[in-house]
């Protein structure tokens, strides 16, 4: 069993170099920061009590796993701007469109301001609640697409259904979600983000 000052001195070790990999990785210094830390206090909270030896693999480990966490919720929040421009071009009719397949990449990044980053988290909060209240093959479809990156085929694959029904599935959980968020006022304010900074040339 570690003591406390062996978890410090560990901590203390490993922070400079971990926070090198992960900045390498995300290309944003203070995401890196927040990854480093949120790992470190995990290590804490959770294995403090295991021997010193168990540390660099378990940290590296947790690390890994937070890093992970840390690029589906980019994916996501930097998905919606353009999700919300094809929902409002599109009709609900379009039960086969994947709008994943026309997804233009959105590059924009306030990861800087203290304001869009309380929004971000925000904003989380509120599709992570959206979301909990889809039907479940719409959350499953629609998680498996967007946030683990698998492709309709394997989609189709995993839920045990044709690949239109995935398409279907998809279509219906980001209308719905549109339509929930929209009670946040977080569709008016994603698009008029995205109208700013094309009229600004950002």
């Known amino acids: 069993m570690a003591t406390v000052q062996e978890l410090s001195n560990f901590l203390a070790q490993v922070e ?6 992960v900045a390498y990785a995300v290309r944003d ?4 920061l927040d990854i480093v830390q ?3 206090l995990k290590l804490a909270e959770n294995y403090s009590s295991r021997p010193p030896a168990e540390y660099p693999m ?3 480990r947790i690390l890994q796993n937070t890093m992970k966490d840390f690029w589906r919720r980019q994916k996501v929040r930097n998905l919606w701007t353009t999700l919300f421009s094809s929902f ?7 039960d086969e469109v994947d709008i994943l397949e026309t997804l233009e990449s959105d590059d924009y990044d306030d990861a800087d301001e203290p304001q869009a980053q309380l929004e971000q988290k925000q904003t989380i909060a509120i599709i992570e609640e959206a ?3 889809l039907p479940a093959r719409q959350r499953e479809a629609f998680i498996m697409r967007y946030w ?3 492709d309709v085929a394997e989609t189709a694959s995993a839920m045990g259904c044709s690949e239109g029904s995935v398409k279907t599935h998809c279509s219906r959980a980001v209308h719905s979600l549109a339509l929930m968020l929209e009670k ?4 008016k304010r994603v698009l008029e983000k995205k109208e700013g900074r094309d009229e600004s040339g950002t």
């Not at 210094?29 to 890196?32: E, G, L, P, S, V």
């Not at 409002?88 to 379009?94: A, F, K, L, M």
């Not at 946040?184 to 569709?187: A, F, G, M, N, R």
């Open 16 to 21: 400079r170099r971990a926070f090198k990999q």
């Open 29 to 32: 210094d203070h995401a890196a």
């Open 38 to 40: 949120d790992a470190m």
């Open 58 to 60: 378990l940290f590296q």
């Open 88 to 94: 409002g071009s599109g009709s609900e009719d379009d």
């Open 131 to 133: 979301l909990q209240k």
């Open 148 to 150: 683990e990156d698998m």
């Open 184 to 187: 946040h006022d977080l569709t």
